[in-house]
T-cell receptor
Framework: EDQVTQSPEALRLQEGESSSLNCSYTVSGLRGLFWYRQDPGKGPEFLFTLYSAGEEKEKERLKATLTKKESFLHITAPKPEDSATYLCAVQHTGNQFYFGTGTSLTVIP | EPEVTQTPSHQVTQMGQEVILRCVPISNHLYFYWYRQILGQKVEFLVSFYNNEISEKSEIFDDQFSVERPDGSNFTLKIRSTKLEDSAMYFC????????????FGSGTRLTVV
């Protein structure tokens, strides 16, 4: 059973059109939920770590929030350079991450 | 900003051949990882390494795979006898501490088995 599910799979936004990406998880004993950005042919680039429900983190046009079952990555007034795949990963036991399949975001000028 | 460096960026190998993928983790990091991503699929955990030994490994990491830290800077992944299904991007990552902290990933090695 998938532990991390991301939606939508793909999202096309006009420049300036705000939206949210979803990451739902089913693990118990969450130690951390991570958001990464991945550009084509590159490794994941760390964005945020969230540890407990109610926590929020912000970086430029991105804001990540966490509840007991899901996390949202809010993108405010996106720009074309925000186009990338956004990956969610959870850590519960051990040190390994369990990744979702990602949301491919395209921001059209 | 410190980086995890992986070489080569792309490797093509014949089925059945051995390959070694190389990584230079961030210098003060103590925990090292290999992940892989088959085209169009999730990033999957292979193995974690600490204090010169494997600390965790997944079902994917079978006897065909091995890891080594041959000196103070390099961290390698060896695949003994490559199969077509080993074709993937292989990412090395490192972290300063264990626990729920983010890793830094390298840019990956694209392995193509023909």
């Amino acid at each position: 059973e998938d532990q991390v599910t991301q939606s939508p799979e793909a999202l096309r936004l006009q420049e300036g059109e705000s939206s949210s990406l979803n990451c739902s998880y089913t693990v118990s004993g969450l130690r951390g939920l991570f958001w990464y950005r991945q550009d084509p042919g590159k490794g994941p680039e760390f964005l945020f770590t969230l540890y407990s429900a109610g926590e929020e983190k912000e970086k430029e046009r991105l804001k990540a929030t966490l509840t007991k079952k899901e996390s949202f990555l809010h993108i405010t007034a996106p720009k074309p350079e925000d186009s990338a795949t956004y990956l969610c990963a959870v850590q519960h036991t051990g040190n390994q991450f369990y990744f979702g399949t990602g949301t491919s975001l395209t921001v059209i000028p | 900003e410190p980086e995890v460096t992986q070489t080569p960026s792309h490797q093509v190998t014949q089925m059945g051949q051995e390959v070694i993928l190389r990584c230079v983790p961030i210098s003060n990091h103590l925990y090292f990882y290999w992940y892989r991503q088959i085209l169009g699929q999730k990033v999957e955990f292979l193995v974690s390494f600490y204090n010169n030994e494997i600390s965790e490994k997944s079902e994917i990491f079978d006897d065909q795979f091995s890891v080594e830290r041959p000196d103070g800077s390099n961290f390698t992944l060896k695949i003994r006898s490559t199969k077509l299904e080993d074709s993937a991007m292989y990412f090395c990552a490192s972290s300063e501490m264990a626990g729920a902290y983010g890793y830094t990933f390298g840019s990956g090695t694209r392995l193509t088995v023909v």
